[in-house]
């Protein structure tokens, strides 16, 4: 199968809805990235996606949904006030501030500035969260940080969501959400930006359960991927080495992802962070955050798996790998096979023309589907080029109106992946698409 | 029908998991607040009903997502920079800083410091945009905002979208998302805050109809709450005096509600932003924002009709307006009567008791009914005391397995409103439900 072209792919996002460049009228802004109307319903259906199989589907996940500003102390308690940094370094003539680690070290081993050549400081630690001032005066006591990660507002929860549920170990507090990261060098179109969103879990277990619940994860998370369409080609598991594994981790696991622009890179972690967080909060608040354990009349700090991911880079890979160009009867056509549950627009009403005595009817099948689908209307240019145009969005079915329906009250559904067409009482429309769609979807 | 006691209210709220204070464990943070798990799922069912009303029914609106911070230069053309703003006075004596407006004037027409009597300085304006720094130094060009409203999100987009989506006028972009405004004084629970979420929406129109659209739009807003039963009681609509018009405004209503705690408060308001934010925009972006009307073969700079509320204010009038404290034979009980659309649990399954008979087909029910509604299953204590539970969180239907389960395969299922109880085989238990929930919802 093929992969796109970087720079097509990217016109087509642009082109037909999917993502805008934040602000692009005022020539946008590094690392933040719009939604259009196409983008927000596939990042939606995402969501919904992972929500229905994280929490609904489970006995034993809840979710929350925590602010982005926090106080100030739940980032000294997790570290990310000292530890959450870039290396960077000051050109001492031209005053360019560069990541260290980006710029190349030169045959004497020293490191000269990319812009003037000029000798650059040492380097020194830049935290990557951006910080604001809460209330009417601008000093350090009212200094707070938008989230770098949803993760924490779940671990200063953890004792909320116990009482309130009265959940028994293993469970589970899954949240999705926006996080921020003033990243020196955001790139590769919405693969790393500095406004992103996040779908984190937080598992928390027995010690001692944790490394065989860590193991499950790493397949469930794994077969979520494969579940959505995307190729077990594409994809693989990659350990983290020792120096790599963050300071609460005990092990990680990336799930990757074949990129054409990347090769491999991650698309989910899935962390054992073991009690680290929990006893990190419980220090810096000065309680106790702990599990009373009946079997053994013990109190516990439980351990934690968390399977994390951002949508953005979610979005892109879903996009990415359902990407394909085929020759269709001599006719190029670029379809997205995305799975009918991701779909930004389940059906496309089409009348065979505009005409006058098939477009009332066409609207009125419209109609009819709006409540239950996501539909779109069209009935510019010629029907095969609304076909390749619903193609190229991913659109699963094509309903057409033609003269024939006038005498027979019926329409013709088409498949996008086959193409295949099929004849439909009006009549019977909304169940026969309810079943092709997806009969196990809930209401 | 009862009002609750707002102390009441906001402990149930915390007990039952659906608003904690955000970092509660370090103190909290004023003006911040969490979602439990009940609280995330009443507020996703919110935006999902906005989002299927405003979008998916709908024949001339589509949505997008954008980014919470954005060039700043949005937020000049807006107005923002020069005018979101409320006057501060100083205390000259213990240097506190207050907002100018909730100070009490003493009989001499003067202001003194709430805290210790000193005398205050004269007022200065006081921005309520956040801001924080983009890039690795924090210097006045790389200051950018978080956004205080989406809306600007839509405006800046209403090319991209326009070319997208080959739209006619009239045609609306709606979108949902956090914002941040930097109270002075937040307060009385979720109905200030300073992150709060947004649903908004500019519908665009041929300048000249705007009068007539905005009175539809007043109409279709109103209408909303209704069918979510809010109780028109509770309702009102008023327009805004001259005075208090924003300065893109020609005219604005709110629709209010009546608070326990504040009277009579907006709710939603819908303004009529004429051309001004189109033509900021085209001015500072130095470009036109225009529409080519066919009939006329004009350019156009349409007319803005836009409703907007904050999800958490409606989040707390529909969980205080399905309040009502009932005498029920000779013992209270406690209901929300949330529409079944909102409800945070469908569907409660309940065994009489937890007996190792009743358990395991109890279980397998709850499996049954998982991928279909959300559910929750409960077998602690008595099934009178679990009834009133779910009552407390205005789940629809119980569904309770006994010693006869066992013998015809049928459950019965309670009804939240009337308590009345009917017998059904657990084979038609889905379709059942469905049925009872809401026929009309899509797959």
Redesign the interface.
Known sequence: MTQPNMETFVSLC????FV?Q????????????????L???L??NIKRNW?RSMV??R?DV??????????P??WEASGHIATFADP?SDCKDCKR?W?TDDIAINDKGERHCPECGGELTGARM?NLM????????EDEASV?Y?RPETAQ?MF??F???LT???RKLPFGIAQIG?S?R?E?TPGNFIFRD??FEQMEMEYFVMPGTDEEWHDRWIEDRFNWWLALGVRNQNLRIREHTKEELSHYSKRTVDIEYDFPFAGFAEIEGIANRTDFDLKK?AE??G?T?QYFDEATGQQVVPYVIEPAMGIDRCFLTLLIDSYAEEEVRGEKRTVLRLHHDLAPIKVAVLPLSRNEQLVPPARRV?DLL?????TQ?DD?QSIGRRYRRQDEIGTPYGVTIDFETLEDDAVTIRDRDSMEQSRVPIANLVPVL?EK??P????
């Open positions: 642009k082109r037909r809805g805008f934040s602000s692009e009228i005022y020539g946008g802004l590094g690392g933040f990235w719009d939604y259009g109307p983008g927000v319903e990042k939606n929500w609904q589907l006995d809840v979710g929350i949904e925590t602010s982005i500003i926090m106080n102390r739940v960077m501030r990541r830049f951006f910080k604001t001032f809460v209330g009417p005066v707070v938008l507002g200063v929860n004792e909320n969501v309130t549920t009265r926006r921020f003033n020196i500095r406004e909060h810096f608040a309680r955050l419209w709006r409540p239950h689908f996501m209307y510019a309810r769609l997806d196990s979807l809930p209401a």
